[in-house]
């Protein structure tokens, strides 16, 4: 990858989510320093309608609007000209990282979010799991990236940051410590990299790799038959086995993990997934080698 000479740095893609907010206010300030001597650092509000009534969107949820399918499919609204106005003032910005500030209802703790498993983001992995060793790195990359939905992949380069559990609408110090933490790891991993210093880095660690999600069973009505089973919920990232209970219908029967692999649920019960009914998101796990 060609060296990195700016960053768009976006908050507020859902309006709820308040720790990337409050971080943009905190650069606005001189609170934060996002800038490196390598490159520059534009920070934007990407939905100040969706911020000011407080809500994940106002229309349509604008983190899914730079697919292929969805420009193609896209009926004018909030969230679809936003998404124009981003594309077209940023999509063809050579040598630009997107990054994009989020939180999570789940309980994921500072999760890296990569949309590609080349070997600039294999390395942005190891060199963040070095400076927090508690971080999980999730790859996407099931689908290529110009097929992707995410604001990130609007141009060439591009990851997430998701930090939780913090209730939408609500703003915890911790969370927003985790955030800034996992930030400056990702801004001076990019700064590093552009000027060829990058620290000895290990040469193995443990990813997370999307599957696909699990839905919640529903009856004819679209009424919810089952739950997240309690011991599932709130353990995010930890293995769920053959056999074990993943829901628990609401007369208090278990429903069972019935593949023949191991999975790592995440995304556990995020409430803004409620209206689609999505319980949860699956990984698996791998060893990830720099070698």
């Not at 399918?69 to 909030?78: D, K, S």
């Not at 971080?135 to 990359?141: K, N, R």
């Not at 930890?238 to 278990?254: A, Q, Y």
């Amino acid at each position: 990858m060609e060296p990195i000479d700016s960053v768009l740095l976006v908050s507020g893609t859902h309006g709820n989510e308040l720790s990337g907010i409050y971080l943009h206010h905190l650069i606005q300030q001189d609170l934060y320093h996002a800038n490196r001597s390598s490159f520059t650092v534009e920070p934007i509000l990407a939905n100040p309608l969706a911020i000011e009534k407080g809500v994940r969107y106002v229309d349509q949820d604008l983190n899914r609007q730079f697919s292929p399918q969805a420009i193609t499919q896209a009926t004018p609204c909030n969230e679809v000209t936003i998404a124009q106005q981003l594309r077209a003032t940023y999509a063809n910005q050579p040598q630009q990282m997107v990054i994009d500030l989020h939180n999570t209802t789940s309980n994921m703790g500072a999760t890296l979010i990569l949309l590609s498993s080349s070997p600039y983001y294999k390395k942005m992995g190891a060199y963040v799991k070095q400076h927090m060793p508690d971080a999980y790195i999730l790859f996407e990359d099931q689908i290529t990236w110009h097929e992707q939905a995410y604001l990130c992949s609007l141009g060439d380069a591009g990851v997430m940051i998701e930090v939780g559990a913090q209730a939408h609408g609500a703003l915890q110090f911790e969370t927003l410590e985790l955030m800034k933490t996992m930030l400056t790891a990702v801004l001076d991993y990019i700064d590093l990299a552009n000027q060829n210093a990058l620290p000895a880095l290990n040469q193995d660690y443990d990813g997370y790799f999307y599957l696909g999600h699990m839905t919640l069973p529903v009856d004819e009505s679209g009424v919810r038959t089952a739950m997240v089973h309690p011991n599932l919920n709130g353990r995010d990232f930890e293995v769920l086995r053959p056999g074990e209970p993943m829901f628990i219908t609401l007369e208090g029967d278990n429903i069972l993990w019935d593949k023949n692999y191991d999975v790592y649920p995440h995304f556990i019960n995020e409430a803004a997934y409620c209206l689609s009914h999505v319980a949860m998101e699956l990984a698996e796990k791998r060893v990830v080698s720099l070698k």
